[in-house]
């Protein structure tokens, strides 16, 4: 969906990131969308939808086999598929709070994903057309969530991944990880034969996306929950290579960086990272060409939101 604020966007990349782009922006709110303002549509009707290649279907399956013969603890989780957007701007005369964004979300689980978005044939699950969501059809494409997480002496949060993880070891990246189904009670699509409120269910999965990042940065920082705000979502990126989408929130923290420190050492989650890096708000576009594609947008929406500022 082109806009202007997209344009502005891709300027911003073109300025900041210095090295060859390894991501796509596909929704930029630097103004902040908040929980009352985020919205989900979840429907089978954004599920993924198989490839005609049977032979590249079938790959799904024994890429799976593969790894779980070699790592019997993988757990085939469900996950949130990313399946577009709606955007509904504030009209003449009302105010940025008055946006809305409605978030397009099917299901989909990690065998999927190893075997679509992280095989080493992942483009040939793609279809040669420009509209993204098309373009992916094929693809898990589970929407992973990042915070950029600000401290009161103005540092941001970064994590160093751990060599214990699957993807990117090593690398630097943002807090998060994804909006889990379980966590709102979700198996499976309900069948058009049970009744049941679909916008509860949508309030509940667009909560969660608010208090499931929370709890991954409380997690993986161990910085308490009261140290954090509401927090903003501004945006998606997603990685050029193997498409990964993910998103994005703004979170105030109202405690020093190196308080930030402290807490860490506490941490719940110490297998997926070894260090926590408070890089300062100016150096944060610099370190960003140590991430992964999608973090590296993740950078760049928050660079944008403090520009609009």
Request: with cysteine.
């Amino acid at each position: 969906m082109a806009n202007s604020t997209t344009a502005v966007a891709a300027a911003a990349v073109s300025e900041t990131i210095r090295t060859q782009p390894t991501f796509h922006l596909l929704l930029v709110c630097p103004s902040g969308i908040s929980r009352a303002q985020l919205e989900v549509d979840f429907s089978p009707v954004y599920d993924r939808e198989p490839h005609p290649d049977l032979d590249l279907e079938k790959r799904i399956e024994m890429t799976w086999e593969q790894r779980v013969a070699k790592q019997p603890s993988l757990y085939n989780g469900t996950k949130f598929r990313y399946g577009g957007y709606n955007r509904a701007k504030a009209g003449e005369g009302m105010t940025v709070s008055s946006e809305t964004v409605c978030l397009h979300l099917g299901l989909t689980d990690y065998k999927t994903f190893l075997g679509t978005n992280l095989s080493a044939e992942w483009d040939r699950f793609l279809v040669p057309v420009p509209e993204d969501v098309d373009r992916c059809k094929h693809t898990a494409s589970p929407l992973g969530n990042g915070a950029i997480v600000e401290t009161v002496d103005r540092h941001v949060l970064v994590l160093q991944r751990s060599s214990n993880v699957g993807e990117f070891p090593g690398h630097l990246v943002f807090p998060g990880g994804h909006s889990e189904p379980q966590e709102v009670g979700i198996e499976g699509h309900i069948g058009d034969n049970v009744e049941f409120d679909k916008n509860e269910i949508n309030q509940r999965i667009a909560l969660e996306m608010f208090e499931g990042l929370i709890r991954e940065v409380v997690e993986e920082t161990g910085v308490p929950a009261t140290c954090l705000c509401e927090p903003l979502f501004i945006g998606i990126s997603q990685r050029l290579i193997n498409v990964r989408p993910t998103a994005f929130f703004y979170v105030k923290c109202t405690i020093s960086s190196s308080q930030v420190q402290e807490f860490y050492q506490c941490a719940t989650d110490g297998f997926e990272s070894t260090h926590l890096l408070a890089i300062p708000k100016a150096e944060l576009l610099t370190e960003a060409n140590k991430m992964p594609g999608c973090h590296q947008g993740g950078a760049v929406l928050y660079d944008l939101m403090t520009k609009l500022a």
